[in-house]
């Protein structure tokens, strides 16, 4: 008698002990899991990413059909589902807008709507509910344990945090992008209003004085007069043609009509213009090799890249600098150089130079939007090349643009 009452006391110690080992081994399971959920969700950066995530790891962890919907406007809308579905009928949707309503659960083993297939559990953030998440019975008889529901609670709170980061994520975003849009409009407007000030201003005072004056001025007078309004409204031109590409290189609209074209050509109607534009502050030399090869590129926009990479060296150095223009030959690119011998760009400036109203600090003339090169960024990533800067170039002297093409075959 007393080995079998030491032997049923062992048994059924044994069946507690195996029966913990059990539930400890499952909890470990589900707390890893739960772990994984977690993980999974923080790397997901958009609410629909979150929303499919979590559809997809509770069918998985209560062998159930999933869905979450999530408010958009006031409106509930279905976002994830796992197995996928297009829509929940209207005794589904009419149970889950009262659980987000009401801030409860609602649907099957709820005292509310009990005779619709679905429970829908609110999902709570710590600063409002954004939606709910439900799952499916498999049969009418079919009802939710306590373990189930406890399961979906937790995984409903993990959810929630989830969208609640990816919102914030969201707002965080369009804020700063507001700022900067803001930003980029005050700079703008700044800049457009002070660089096309002094044009307007000589242009109209020029035109005032021929209009007043214009029978008691020598004819050398009177064309000094009108050259300098052309002068100026050619400036005024560049200046539009500039904001109004680099509008396009801002939303992607670049339109390329490429073709094959010479770069000796390109580069002599570019010297041309600036030895007219800037007159006896261009100066301006030409090393580039006798055979260049062809490249497919759309001639108008590479010219622009050119001429407001020149201007650029032309404006913002002191009277006097030389710029070169050369270009340097390799199998599989193109390299195109201007060159000045001027005082140099500041280190800390040269990231900073291809952005939108970037201008160095100690520039003379601070004449143009500082949107030149920004432009000719924005051209060169369309046509599959690059472009870069390089000060000091030599002696604490000097800056070097760099154009990088890439080559193609050239048809016979």
Do not use: C
């Amino acid at each position: 008698m007393i080995f079998l009452i030491i032997a049923i006391i062992t048994a059924t110690l044994a069946g507690r002990v195996r029966e913990q080992v059990r539930l400890g081994a499952q909890r470990i399971r589900a707390t890893r899991r739960l772990y994984e959920f977690t993980r999974k969700l923080s790397s997901q950066a958009t609410l629909d990413d979150v929303a499919e995530a979590a559809a997809s790891e509770i069918n998985t962890s209560l062998a159930r059909p999933a869905v979450v919907l999530l408010d958009q406007a006031g409106e509930l809308v279905l976002r994830a589902a796992w197995p996928p579905v297009e829509e929940l009928d209207t005794a589904a949707m009419t149970a889950a807008r009262w659980a987000f309503t009401h801030d409860e659960p609602a649907g099957a083993d709820t005292a509310t709507l009990p005779t619709v297939p679905w429970y829908f559990l609110p999902l709570r953030s710590a600063r409002d509910r954004v939606g709910v998440a439900g799952i499916a019975r498999a049969t009418e008889a079919d009802s939710f344990d306590s373990e189930a529901l406890a399961l979906l609670e937790t995984l409903a709170e993990q959810t929630a945090a989830a969208l609640e980061r990816a919102s914030l994520a969201r707002e965080i975003v369009a804020a700063r992008s507001s700022v900067e849009t803001e930003r980029v409009r005050n700079t703008l407007l700044a800049s457009v209003s002070h660089d096309f000030r002094t044009p307007l201003s000589s242009i109209l005072g020029s035109a005032t004085s021929l209009l007043d004056y214009g029978d008691k001025l020598a004819p050398e007078a009177q064309k000094e007069l009108l050259g300098q309004i052309k002068h100026e409204a050619e400036g005024l031109d560049e200046m539009v043609r500039n904001l109004l590409s680099i509008t396009r290189v801002d939303a992607g609209a670049l339109e390329l009509r490429k073709d094959w074209i010479d770069l000796h050509e390109i580069v002599d109607r570019v010297v041309s213009r600036a030895r007219r534009r800037h007159g006896a502050a261009a100066s301006i030399e030409v090393g580039l090799p006798a055979e260049l090869p062809l490249i497919r590129a759309d001639p108008t926009l590479v010219e622009q890249a050119m001429a407001n990479i020149v201007a650029n060296a032309i404006s913002h150095t002191p009277a006097g600098t030389r710029v070169t223009i050369g270009a340097e030959i390799a199998p599989t690119l193109l390299r195109l150089t201007v060159t000045d011998d001027g005082p140099g760009i500041a280190p800390e400036l040269v990231p900073r130079l291809f952005e939108k109203f970037s201008r160095a600090r100690d520039s003379e003339q601070v004449e143009g939007a500082g949107l030149g090169l920004a432009i000719a960024k924005g051209i060169m990533g369309a046509h599959g090349g690059s472009i870069a800067a390089e000060s000091p170039i030599a002696q604490g002297r000097g800056t070097r643009i760099v154009l990088a093409f890439p080559r193609e075959e050239a048809p016979a």
